[in-house]
């Protein structure tokens, strides 16, 4: 099974600063006969089902404010937030579709 | 506008059975694989099934495999998940997901129901 490792598991922004959540898988998730990395990232808040905000690693959803960005391939991965807002506070997983599904442990973001 | 309305939930016995179901409206039902995943109370998600577009096929999480039942029926626009044999750690909400890819391909969740709660207990 591959295992999707998230840092940090908290992480304290100021608003306007820009956030950064890392996700690491145990094997590689890009998939060479498409060259896609089969990683999307999802946000959850209180009581609502999970958001889908990027897919192969780096597409952003329709709909989705152009502030969160997606990086990274093969085994590392990175969400970035470049200027925090109040709304975005969330929790965030990382998600591997390349073998069945495994998400990461999820990554707390609050306003410092 | 995609809708997924969940039902089915609720407090059960361990060793219990319980059916979930999933109404699914505003997309081609049949040309999209569907899945369950579910949420321990606090705690992060987890795929637990799948069933390709026909239901000929599904696929299962090793916690759940042999217990659980996911099945489909085109002609309702519907999903369900049979759980037996239900233990303290099925307590969970469970959601059930629309891929984001038409056909049987590999594919992330692109939209979730808004969850249905199943608690284990005596």
């Known amino acids: 099974d591959i295992v999707m490792t998230q840092s940090p598991d908290s992480l304290a922004v100021s608003l306007g600063e820009r956030a950064t959540i890392n996700c690491k898988s145990s094997?590689?998730?890009?998939?060479?006969?498409?060259?896609?990395?089969?990683l999307a990232w999802y946000q959850q808040k209180p009581g609502q089902p999970p958001k889908l905000l990027i897919y192969w690693a780096s597409t952003r959803e329709s709909g989705v404010p152009d502030r969160f960005s997606g990086s990274g391939s093969g085994t590392d991965f990175t969400l970035t937030i470049s200027s925090l807002q109040a709304e975005d506070v969330a929790v965030y997983y990382c998600l591997q579709f390349y073998n069945t599904y495994t998400f990461g442990q999820g990554t707390k973001l609050e306003i410092k | 506008e995609v809708q997924l309305l969940q039902s089915g939930g609720g407090l059960v016995q361990p060793g219990g059975s319980l059916r979930l179901s999933c109404a699914a409206s505003g997309f081609t039902f049949s040309s999209y694989v569907m899945s369950w995943v579910r949420q321990a109370p606090g705690k992060g998600l987890e795929w637990v099934s799948s069933i390709s577009l026909s239901g000929a096929a599904t696929y299962y999480a090793d916690s759940v495999k042999g217990r659980f039942a996911v099945s489909r029926d085109n002609s309702k626009n519907m999903l369900y998940l049979q759980m037996n044999s239900l233990r303290a750690e099925d307590t969970a909400i469970y959601f059930c997901?629309?891929?984001?890819?038409?056909?049987?391909?590999?594919?992330?969740?692109?939209?979730w129901g808004q969850g249905t709660r199943v608690t284990v207990s005596s």
């Open positions: 094997q590689s998730v890009l998939y060479s006969s498409s060259n896609k990395n089969h």
């Open positions: 997901a629309k891929r984001g890819c038409i056909g049987d391909v590999i594919c992330y969740f692109e939209y």
